[in-house]
């Protein structure tokens, strides 16, 4: 295993910065000085905050194990994180508005901190406490910047609207590479240095003051309208229902990344005993999903013009057979790591695929005004399923709940497989959910 880690996270990296290179040959228009400074001055914010956020990831299982938690308890754990992310999304994407969104990114920096830090607590309710505190700043992480970017953009700056695409591009390559790199820092730090299981958490805050830092040095406050809870819920719930586009959209992002949620919390368990560094596996997860998102961005290009909807389908297809490898390769009696570690990495390409695919689709059909409604109503059966998987993971034997629950994922899949079949039947000439006909994506000022 911990030959395969190395040689798997060598060779996607390779394939994924390979294809990375090939897809960047076209050069682009001339850059904008103005809007590189700007561009600038928003991404050395805001990935620090990204990388702080990637530490966090390969080592919180393991670090409840050192603390001599079950895997019950931990289930319970990782269960009031999915939990708190559903009730405190709306709420913090009104406390953005209200607040400021560049004050919220503060106060993300200041939440995750006080996250990491409980780590060092051995005390079970404290760490519970800790997850509140995660799914707090995952909500702000995901909300205030780029609320504050868009609102400089085009407001402050009036940069052309088609050159958001281009720094969200820029900023998830980066993404992708932070972390896969977080995956290295934290096995350095908790392996190779012998530091342990919390040492990356302590190692994301200097991160989250840096973020910190920089936000109130370099950025200017703005706020957005305000907005009711009730009436935001209720207008997406009436849109999710009107249009039959957004309520399959709505079933296949619940389904999937439900499953998505549940291996986030089954990986650790499933590869741990067999020894690899948990860091190097991450990060091999990671080096899969940026090739996955890679080759999704060349398949919808000028060259090749497969369609976004095509692409969603094959992503869960990919995923449900990565789960229908786990259901014998997690066997009691009959593990078989390798093969294990194969089916979590087709997953993680299946997510590369996927996340634009659903982006894009999720950007054609859903009105901008709606957008925050219905994709509350989305998250809400995602995180009921996950909780729901992992609390039966939590009343079964460790080792045939594993397996059992990789079944239901797969059935989970299938599903999720019929729901886009429906889509595609649904929208096969709808010219919202194909790409435009002359050309791909706007351009926007290379860098």
């Avoid at 910047?145 to 998830?172: I, K, Q, S």
């Avoid at 291996?263 to 090739?291: E, K, N």
């Avoid at 490898?325 to 087709?346: K, R």
Wanted: net charge positive; with cysteine; proline share 6%.
């Amino acid at each position: 295993m911990l030959l395969a880690a190395y040689a798997s996270l060598a060779a996607l990296l390779a394939a994924a910065l390979g294809l990375e290179l090939f897809s960047r040959r076209t050069p682009g228009p001339a850059t904008n000085p103005a809007f590189a400074r700007f561009q600038h001055r928003f991404l050395r914010a805001y990935l620090p905050a990204l990388a702080a956020d990637w530490l966090q990831g390969p080592y919180l299982y393991k670090l409840y194990h050192h603390y001599r938690f079950v895997e019950g308890q931990i289930a319970i754990l990782y269960v009031c994180g999915f939990a708190s992310a559903v009730l405190l999304g709306p709420p913090a994407a009104l406390l953005v508005d209200r607040l400021g969104r560049r004050a919220s990114c503060v106060l993300f920096s200041l939440s995750c901190a006080a996250c990491c830090l409980t780590k060092l607590s051995r005390d079970y309710l404290v760490l519970a406490a800790g997850r509140v505190l995660g799914g707090l700043a995952t909500a702000l992480l995901f909300s205030a910047f780029e609320a504050w970017y868009v609102h400089e953009h085009v407001e402050r700056h009036d940069f052309p609207a088609e050159w958001l695409a281009g720094t969200f591009a820029r900023a998830a390559f980066w993404n992708n590479v932070l972390a896969v790199g977080a995956g290295v820092v934290a096995t350095a730090l908790a392996e190779w240095l012998g530091l342990g299981p919390v040492a990356p958490f302590m190692a994301a805050i200097p991160l989250l003051a840096l973020a910190a830092v920089l936000v109130l040095k370099d950025w200017e406050e703005n706020r957005g309208p305000p907005r009711a809870l009730a009436k935001t819920c209720g207008d997406g719930l009436r849109c999710l229902l009107a249009d039959g586009r957004v309520l399959l959209l709505g079933t296949v992002q619940a389904l999937f990344e439900s499953v998505v949620y549940i291996f986030i919390f089954l990986w650790t368990p499933v590869l741990d005993p067999h020894g690899p560094p948990l860091g190097i596996v991450f990060s091999s997860f990671m080096a899969a999903s940026m090739l996955g998102s890679v080759l999704q961005r060349v398949a919808v290009s000028a060259r090749y013009r497969l369609q976004p909807v095509h692409l969603l389908a094959l992503a869960v297809l990919l995923a449900f057979l990565s789960l229908f490898m786990l259901t014998f390769s997690t066997g009691p009696g009959q593990e078989s790591p390798a093969e294990s570690f194969l089916a979590f990495l087709l997953l993680e390409l299946a997510c590369g695929l996927y996340f634009p695919s659903m982006g894009f689709l999720r950007r054609k059909v859903i009105p901008e005004k709606e957008r925050a409604g219905v994709l509350h109503w989305f998250r809400v059966p995602l995180n009921l399923l996950a909780c729901l998987g992992l609390l039966l993971l939590h009343g079964s034997d460790h080792r045939s709940g594993t397996r059992s629950i990789f079944a239901l994922c797969a059935a989970l899949m299938l599903l999720a497989l019929l729901a886009v079949g429906r889509l595609f039947t649904v929208g096969r000439h709808d010219p919202e959910l194909r790409l435009p006909p002359s050309q791909g994506p706007p351009e926007s000022p290379e860098l």
